[in-house]
């Protein structure tokens, strides 16, 4: 997968690509959304464990990102999502869900509002016939607007630190999932406090042709302070450690489900906390989920386990007895956390297993010495945010 | 505004609005019905167009009403008047030749024995077998259509099912065999099929596509000739076609009457500008002067379109749902032109009480051609009545009223503007007239023409669409409005559809209005249960 040579030539260049090329040791280049991402640049233990110790850098330009705006846009995206937007105020970010008629979810993703009637939705798969088929009615503008900004997520617990030594002020004050709007030496800069890793960690967007000037001033920064380029493959483990799910990994997006069977609702994903059956206004999915929450119709729910032992367990089966004659469940991510020193996945649980240390069995073939081995060991629920430091969230 | 003691709103006092109305309030509902309009009638009304002139606004001849509605609701003692027998067809020709097709067999025959001797004898049986088989479709228009997932299906609705598997298996296998040849075809091929005459032919052509965005040669239209034929069965219509003495008001004025001794208020002029929605429930309507009106209850007889999208403010339905009320085929594609005339040529006088222009299959096809393109049929296919003739107080004495519906003028028009069409299909359709009785000009003096545009502005039509979405296969039956919506209740709760959006779709028959009236008390009786 990490052989991109037959699509090089239609993959394009982020506004990063030439530093990020400079740095690059090995061939790590995966393509994301059509773009050259970085898979890893020498060794991914060793990003993630910058991430973890230092700061790591990784290029979010990929995101594709939708303006919407006009007079009706505050209404149009608390109608299309299904967090309540009235709780969220201007130069505020907010982790959100959005659902198809039958409140399956077609994505998740993070929504910024900027200002009273404006957004901006980040969203890892393209939206924009679905936002407009929804906007029907609605008086709001939405406009694709991936190519206008290039941004860098900087994560790890040195990253306030070297937003502070780069010059921006008041860092320190920036709640989570706030946002703010500053300039670094007459460059424009938009930094929200949200991540993908579970740790301290800022996203900085400037203008496509203010990358360079960003990459190159943050680095020499942040030197001192342990500043490291990171990889997808880091990041897949930072985030399965904060419990973070991932479109077509975790669940199947609703609108490429190959069976209706296969789509969830927010749910079943476990992210049900963002679902706001309770908030004043109708949005898309509302009645279906009200009824899936009425009735206890959930499936599953998607939780945090722990393994005993060492061996990591993607697409493993759960059992409710160690003979493997109720089955429960499947493992979609899984990873030996070398920070935890745990062995922890995501797994598709029934309800009636998600109290908190409800003891399962899981079967693990793994490969020994040319052959494939079995082994059925216990595992037990946990909070699916295995890694969740208090300077996440904290204010200095 | 404390009026919040209806139990429930019907939006529009159309037919559908008044008949579920009116078998709400006799079981005991506080209703009331408000319409736009200064009258009741919606589309059926009968209005003025020219000083002394009185005219059916849209629908000008009534076959579809169905007998269990006029029984429940004693419409005989309302006032309805229909007529001891029904009215012929005369196809016409240019130069006034013509074909009539009465109730009279032998005389019948000898007609068609005049264009062709072969479809002479054939005329009667394929005819009655398509009336037979369009009867078998028909015993299911006064039931709810079953929801295509059984489970939610109560046994009434199974039952219901059953019988109709039943009723299909029981015309025999021959006749089974070929509703599901014809179902879906084109009537073209079924007319080839049948028929030798162009003339014949081109009727069938002309009965089949009436009020649908198709041509002869389009799948489907068998369908929609079913579809009319069912109400020529006297279990299901009237069993012919009929002009109502004082025109379709009069039809109206007794379904008003009925309603109104059912203890239903009517008002009028009180157009309704929004549903009032709290808590994700339809709680009551806003008018358009602001004044609001409360009940749990909304059964809205507007089109879906026009409840769905319009009534129902954007953000309280889902997505998906509202595509599809979007992409409803609702392109109305005829024209009403009403002429009031001096006198009555004797080829008017002398053919059956509804003419019918549609020489030959091509003739009506190339009239779509043009629709399909966006532009108003170059030579029309005309059904035309007159009135005055049953009933002459509709015009000043010695005038005659002429009323027509002029195929095809499409809604969607591509660079025509709407008054170039209106402009246009009098001249085309005056054209049609010359060449079927020459001079005839010369006797119109006055004209009113109803495009579809007009119908969606006047009547509240969306799209024109006088069937409130086009009555073909995929929009029927458990697929009216939307797949799992078909049982009146829309997903909004409260609201419910009682018009002709809803199954079985349009003619003035009151079916929808029946159903949506029985499925509404279903809903109520099961709540109340629920309480106690």
Redesign the interface.
């Known amino acids: 997968m990490t052989h991109v040579q037959h699509l090089k030539p239609f993959l394009k260049k982020t506004p990063f690509h030439e530093p990020m090329s400079a740095m690059m040791h090995g061939a790590g280049w995966i393509r994301w959304q059509g773009f050259y991402s970085p898979a890893f640049y020498d060794s991914t233990q060793s990003e993630y464990m910058a991430c973890r110790n230092g700061a790591t850098v990784y290029d979010v330009s990929p995101l594709i990102k939708y303006a919407i705006k006009g007079k009706d846009a505050a209404k149009f995206a608390n109608y299309l999502v299904t967090r309540d937007l009235t709780k969220i105020k201007p130069m505020n970010a907010a982790y959100t869900a959005w659902c198809d008629d039958d409140g399956r979810m077609i994505e998740e993703g993070t929504i910024f509002r900027l200002g009273e009637n404006e957004f901006l939705l980040n969203a890892a798969l393209h939206q924009l016939h679905w936002l407009n088929e929804s906007a029907y009615g609605f008086s709001v503008e939405i406009e694709e607007v991936s190519d206008t900004l290039a941004g860098l997520s900087l994560q790890g617990p040195n990253a306030r630190v070297i937003l502070e030594t780069f010059g921006v002020q008041g860092i320190g004050k920036l709640p989570h999932f706030g946002i703010m709007e500053t300039a670094v030496d007459g460059h424009w800069l938009r930094i929200d406090r949200a991540g993908f890793t579970g740790d301290l960690g800022y996203e900085i967007w400037v203008k496509p042709q203010d990358a360079l000037w960003l990459w190159e001033s943050l680095f020499r920064t942040g030197d001192p302070l342990k500043i490291a380029p990171m990889g997808g493959h880091a990041l897949e483990m930072t985030r399965i450690e904060a419990g973070f799910i991932l479109v077509d990994v975790d669940y199947i997006g609703s609108h490429h489900a190959i069976r209706p069977t296969q789509r969830v609702s927010p749910m079943e994903a476990g992210i049900g906390w963002a679902v706001a059956l309770k908030k004043d206004a109708y949005f898309v999915g509302k009645r279906a989920l009200q009824k899936e929450r009425a009735d206890g119709s959930s499936r599953f729910i998607l939780s945090g386990i722990e393994i005993e032992g060492r061996k990591p367990a993607p697409g493993a089966f759960l059992y409710a007895d160690e003979k493997g004659t109720k089955e429960l469940g499947l493992t979609t991510s899984a990873m030996w956390s070398p920070l935890l020193k745990k062995n922890i996945a995501f797994a598709q649980i029934p309800p009636a297993y998600t109290k908190p240390g409800t003891q399962m069995w899981i079967e693990i073939w793994y490969p020994k010495e040319k052959k494939i081995e079995r082994s059925m060991v216990k595992c037990w629920m946990r909070n699916r945010m295995f890694f969740d430091p208090p300077r996440k969230k904290e204010i200095v | 505004m404390a009026a919040n003691n209806y139990d429930v709103i019907v939006i529009g006092a159309g037919h559908n609005g008044l008949v579920t109305s009116t078998y709400l309030a006799k079981a005991g509902q506080k209703v009331l019905v408000l319409e736009a309009g200064e009258q009741p009638g919606g589309a059926a009304r009968t209005r003025e167009f020219a000083k002394g002139y009185r005219v059916s606004a849209v629908a000008h001849l009534l076959h579809a009403l169905h007998p269990k509605i006029i029984a429940d609701l004693d419409l005989m003692q309302h006032g309805l008047k229909i007529a001891d027998k029904a009215i012929g067809t005369s196809a016409m020709l240019p130069g006034g030749a013509r074909l009539d097709i009465t109730s009279d067999k032998v005389a019948t025959q000898a007609a068609i024995a005049k264009f062709s001797q072969a479809d002479s004898l054939a005329y009667h049986p394929r005819m009655e077998r398509l009336v037979r088989l369009a009867g078998a479709l028909g015993s299911f228009l006064l039931r709810t259509p079953p929801s295509p997932s059984p489970s939610s299906n109560d046994f009434q609705t199974k039952l219901a099912l059953g019988m109709f598997a039943l009723k299909l298996r029981m015309m025999g296998k021959k006749d089974m065999l070929e509703l599901s040849r014809i179902l879906t075809i084109n009537v073209a091929d079924l007319a080839n099929d049948f028929f030798e005459s162009d003339i014949l032919k081109g009727l069938l052509g002309l009965e089949a596509t009436l009020g649908v965005y198709l041509g002869p040669r389009s799948p489907n239209t068998v369908f929609n000739l079913l579809y009319r034929l069912a109400s020529m069965d006297t279990k299901h219509g009237q069993g012919g076609h009929f002009l109502p003495q004082g025109g379709m008001g009069a039809v109206v004025d007794a379904l008003a009457q009925a309603a109104k001794a059912a203890g239903v208020a009517i008002r009028t002029q009180a157009p309704v500008g929004r549903i009032l929605i709290e808590?994700?429930q339809a709680v009551g309507v806003v008018l358009a002067s602001g004044e609001e009106i409360r009940a749990p209850i909304i059964a809205s007889s507007a089109d879906p379109q026009r409840t769905l999208?319009h009534l129902v403010?954007?953000?309280?339905?889902?997505?998906?749902?509202?595509?599809r009320m979007?992409h409803l085929r609702m392109n109305g594609c005829v024209a009403k032109v009403h002429l009031a005339l001096d006198g009555l040529p004797d080829v008017f006088r002398n053919a059956q009480g509804r003419m019918i222009f549609a020489p030959s299959t091509n003739y009506v096809e190339h009239a779509f051609d043009c629709a399909k393109y966006g532009r108003v049929a170059d030579n029309p296919a005309l059904e035309i009545v007159v009135p005055t003739l049953t009933d002459p107080s509709l015009a000043p004495s010695g005038k005659h009223v002429m009323s027509i519906l002029s195929q095809y003028a499409p809604y969607k028009l591509r660079t025509t503007t709407a008054d170039e069409a209106r402009t246009q299909v009098l001249e085309r359709t005056l054209n049609v007239l010359e060449q079927i009785a020459p001079g005839v000009k010369a006797q119109v003096t006055a004209s009113e023409v109803l495009t579809p545009q007009d119908m969606e502005s006047q009547f509240n039509l969306s799209g024109g669409q006088w069937h409130h979405g086009e009555v073909t296969l995929d929009q029927v039956f458990f697929l009216r409005p939307a797949a799992s919506f078909q049982q009146y209740k829309m997903?909004l709760p409260g609201l419910w559809l009682c018009g002709a959006g809803a199954h079985p779709g349009g003619n003035v028959s009151g079916a929808a209005g029946a159903n949506a009236a029985r499925e509404i008390l279903k809903d109520v009786k099961g709540r109340r249960g629920h309480v106690a």
Do not use: I
């Open positions: 808590k994700d999208l403010e954007p953000g309280n339905l889902d997505t998906e749902f509202l595509r979007r997903p």
